[in-house]
């Protein structure tokens, strides 16, 4: 269906989100390290849509700033007052105009429609003028209810509207509306607010396309999948789910988690086949290890590239930019942050390595920082092959440290040291025999003065 007809993606996103009780818009709360919203666009994007447009409210600068990180050509369109769904589906009219094609409706703030569900949809939509997404609710609460005969859909009554008999109702509205675009902003231009909520109703357009005599059919997905997120502990909940997910997805593909509930994953997270993840690992976005790393405990990775039989932790920092190469090894209390650590290259111990390149083979001693900033700006240190930096060495950046050579433990390095030179710069030992002693005796004898 997506391959021989355009789609248009509408996100519904407009809605104020009171019980969140913050600043920030709902749909850019993150779950799984990306904002809701990610995940309903995420959901969609098996429509292949050509177009993405937002229907953002309450904050919709944060939002359209936020969501174009994700996709560059997304509409974003302000419905200013939320007089219902319905009526948020019109803002995305004019954005839409000369588009031909579906319309396919999410909500922004239920992250969990599957990819499945979505192809359900599609086909659906094969054969009827409109389709929505049904699900069978146990405890069906305020949900709308899906009023069908046969294979058709005939109306959706919202609870507050609802007869008794149509409260007995478990078919409820999944809250996904797909028909043809321009169809869908006709008939909604017949929707009107007449209900107990007073508000334009989105699926009041079934009842409208049956009235036209056009067939309006339902497809059915699990309840857990329409799940919205309304409040603080819906987030919670929802990111337990996600987590729950994503770890059985990342161990089916060939990982060991030796205490999965321990070790949390991004949206993003890619790991590969035979790594193994120890317990209290924290994985933020934008982290793909390749097969055979080992990520030891209670390590945190963001941004970050680890490669083929890499060691990491425990206890490491890989912030944006770490960059590690096939068999390299961060140790504990390390922090990398944009720098390349080249092929079996070691930093083992207590280290500060930012805005760095470290060559293959070198090994940087215990407490070594690359002083990068200077307050003002940041600067670049740059070690060759084979270097051995010695513990506690100062790199002043910018600096270079050629290949295989070194420095002596406790050296502030300011200048360039050239390959094989050994660099030394720190204040010689200077010994003074029996004064320890003398001293201790001098400080005894005052103290004994004191009383
Ligand atoms: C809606 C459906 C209901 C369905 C339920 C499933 C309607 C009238 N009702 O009810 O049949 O069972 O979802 O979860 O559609 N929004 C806007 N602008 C508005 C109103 C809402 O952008 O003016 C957005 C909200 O931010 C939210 C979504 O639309 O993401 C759904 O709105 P909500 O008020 O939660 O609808 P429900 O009452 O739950
Ligand atoms: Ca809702």
Request: proline share 3%.
């Amino acid at each position: 269906m997506s391959a021989d007809k355009n789609t248009a993606l509408i996100i519904l996103a407009a809605g104020r989100g009171t019980r969140m009780n913050s600043e920030l818009p709902k749909v850019l709360h993150p779950l799984g390290g990306v904002p809701l919203v990610v995940h309903a666009m995420d959901s969609a994007a098996r429509a292949e849509p050509e177009r993405t447009v937002i229907v953002a409210g309450h904050g919709a600068e944060a939002v359209s700033k936020s969501v174009r990180e994700y996709n560059e050509d997304a509409d974003i369109v302000l419905q200013e007052e939320q007089l219902g769904t319905g009526h948020a589906v019109m803002q995305a009219r004019e954005a839409l105009s000369g588009f031909e094609g579906n319309a396919l409706v999410l909500f922004g703030d239920t992250p969990f429609i599957s990819k499945e569900t979505i192809d359900k949809l599609l086909t659906a939509r094969e054969n009827h003028d409109v389709v929505l997404l049904g699900m069978d609710s146990a405890d069906p609460k305020r949900y709308g209810r899906l009023v069908t005969d046969g294979d058709s859909l005939e109306r959706v009554v919202e609870y507050k509207d609802a007869a008794p008999h149509e409260k007995r109702i478990t078919l409820c509205n999944g809250g996904i509306v797909a028909a043809d675009a321009s169809l869908l902003f006709e008939l909604l231009d017949q929707v009107s607010n007449d209900n107990a909520s007073g508000e334009y109703y989105l699926p009041d357009v079934v009842f409208l396309a049956r009235q036209r005599g056009l067939s309006a059919g339902y497809v059915i997905c699990a309840e857990e999948e329409t799940q919205g997120i309304n409040t603080r502990s819906d987030l919670a909940i929802a990111e337990k789910l996600f987590q729950d997910m994503k770890r059985a997805e990342i161990m089916e593909n060939g990982v060991t988690l030796a205490a999965p509930e321990t070790v949390f994953l991004s949206y993003d997270t890619v790991i590969g086949r035979d790594s193994v993840i120890e317990p209290n690992v924290i994985f933020g976005p934008g982290v793909t290890v390749e097969s055979d790393a080992q990520i030891r405990a209670f390590s945190h990775l963001e941004g970050c590239h680890v490669s083929r039989g890499a060691q990491v932790g425990p206890y490491a920092r890989l912030r944006p930019g770490a960059e590690l190469s096939e068999f390299t090894r961060i140790g504990n209390f390390v922090e990398v942050k944009n720098a390349q650590i080249h092929e079996g290259a070691k930093v083992n111990h207590l280290s500060y390595i930012g805005d760095a390149e470290i060559g293959a083979g070198s090994n940087i001693g215990a407490g070594t920082i690359t002083c990068n900033y200077d307050g003002v700006m940041k600067h670049k240190t740059t070690i060759g092959e084979r270097a051995f930096i010695g513990s506690n060495t100062m790199l002043i950046a910018p600096v270079t440290v050629g290949d295989e050579a070194m420095t002596a433990s406790g050296s502030v390095i300011t200048s360039d040291v050239e390959a094989g030179a050994l660099a030394v710069a720190r204040a010689r030992q200077d010994v003074k025999p029996g004064l320890a002693r003398r001293l201790t005796d001098k400080l005894k004898a005052i103290k004994a003065k004191k009383g």
